[in-house]
């Protein structure tokens, strides 16, 4: 059974900076399209960013996030992160990873395409 499990979340400072971390077990995150999601408090399940398996590498990302987060993989650590940085108030949330287990060579910020999730660490920005 995979297991995906994020941390890095905390306080930060508007301006500031933040690397969120998933780390998988009982899969290869290299083979398959990996997702982050968000939930502000009150508000819907939104997409943040994607990037797909190791082997094409494209990376896509919520219009309101370009230029300040950036998402990437460390495969030998099985692991995905979101660089965060001019982080603002409006990213306050919670944040998830999430998996595909298909393979696509596309990946979307649209929940259902994805199979694992998650518990989510909190992102609070705030002075």
């Known amino acids: ?8 979340g905390g306080l930060v400072q508007p301006g500031g900076s933040l690397r969120l971390s998933c780390i ?7 083979k398959y ?10 508000k819907e399940r939104e997409g943040v960013s994607c ?4 082997s094409i590498n494209f990376t896509d990302y919520k219009y309101s996030v370009k230029g300040r987060f950036t998402i990437s993989r460390d495969n030998a650590r099985n ?14 949330a919670v ?12 990946c979307s910020i649209v929940a259902r395409e994805y199979d694992y999730w998650g518990q989510g660490t909190q992102v609070i920005v705030s002075s």
């Open 24 to 30: 998988a077990s009982g899969i290869n995150l290299d």
């Open 79 to 92: 692991t995905v992160y979101l660089q965060m940085d001019s982080l603002k108030s409006e990213d306050t």
């Open 51 to 54: 990037i797909t398996k190791a």
């Open 1 to 8: 059974q995979a297991q995906l499990v994020e941390s890095g």
């Open 33 to 42: 399209a990996v997702a982050w999601f968000r939930q502000a408090p009150g």
């Open 95 to 106: 944040y998830y990873c999430a998996t595909e287990t298909t393979g696509y060579s596309y």
